[in-house]
Nanobody, 127 residues
Framework: QGQLVESGGGLVQAGGSLRLSCAASGGTFSAYAMGWFRQAPGKEREFVAGISATGTNTYYVDSVKGRFTISRDNAGNTMSLQMNSLKAEDTAVYYC????????????????????WGQGTQVTVSS
């Protein structure tokens, strides 16, 4: 059974940076598109960034474009989210996820397309 484990969350001041990591095990995650979602208190879980199985294609929600960078290391079964210029509105629990696709170059942006989820890591940005 596949498992995803996030790490790297924490408390940071506005304008600062954090790097989240997601370690995958128990499955062939190099064949899956992966992504990051976040959920703030009282809000729906929302898509943040996605990356194709090959790592060649990425997609970001408008609010993080130019500030966040998603990447993956298939040899090491890891995925990362580099978050720069953090804002108070980025405060949320961040989840990594994996989902199967028809093409290795596809990215997924809908929550329902992801079948594997991590337990989440808290990111708090103080203003």
């Amino acid at each position: 059974q596949g498992q995803l484990v996030e790490s790297g969350g924490g408390l940071v001041q506005a304008g600062g940076s954090l790097r989240l990591s997601c370690a995958a095990s128990g499955g062939t995650f190099s064949a899956y598109a992966m992504g990051w979602f976040r959920q703030a208190p009282g809000k729906e879980r929302e898509f943040v960034a996605g990356i194709s199985a090959t790592g060649t294609n990425t997609y970001y929600v408008d609010s993080v474009k130019g500030r966040f960078t998603i990447s993956r290391d298939n040899a090491g079964n890891t995925m990362s989210l580099q978050m720069n210029s953090l804002k108070a509105e980025d405060t949320a629990v961040y989840y990594c996820a994996a989902g199967s696709t028809f093409l290795a170059t596809m990215t997924l942006i809908r929550k329902r397309d992801y079948g594997y989820w991590g337990q989440g890591t808290q990111v708090t940005v103080s203003s």
